[in-house]
Nanobody, 118 residues
Framework: VQLQASGGGLVQPGGSLRLSCAAS????????MGWYRQAPGNQRDLVAL???????NTAASVKDRFTISRDNAKNTVYLQMNSLKPEDTAVYYC?????????????WGQGTQVTVSS
């Protein structure tokens, strides 16, 4: 499984960005895709995750501002980020969880930098 993330950049506080992550390769069995973020000196934390049944988990700190969605036909997951704050600044990583013969395999995309600053 290969993950190609895009959409990061520099945005002013209050602005919006949309991240995209496209999965390719042996994608059969991917049952969840999501976004994590890591700021300097911090651990990598879950931002939002969406499962194949459409259910989602979203971090409390972004729940009212970020929305995760997926396009199954394009094997792509999106993260719409609104009302961005400086504390949202981080490298954002896409993740895919694949089930195969009873085991979960995690795949990570390259990070995309999101910087919120005036």
């Amino acid at each position: 499984v290969q993950l190609q993330a895009s959409g990061g950049g520099l945005v002013q506080p209050g602005g919006s960005l949309r991240l995209s992550c496209a999965a390719s390769g042996s994608i059969l069995g991917i049952n969840a895709m999501g976004w994590y973020r890591q700021a300097p000196g911090n651990q990598r934390d879950l931002v939002a995750l969406i499962r194949s049944d459409g259910s989602t988990n979203t971090a409390a700190s972004v729940k009212d501002r970020f929305t995760i969605s997926r396009d199954n036909a394009k094997n792509t997951v999106y993260l719409q980020m609104n009302s961005l704050k400086p504390e949202d600044t981080a490298v954002y990583y896409c993740k895919a969880e694949q089930l195969y013969r009873g085991h979960q395999y995690d795949y990570w995309g390259q990070g995309t930098q999101v910087t919120v600053s005036s």
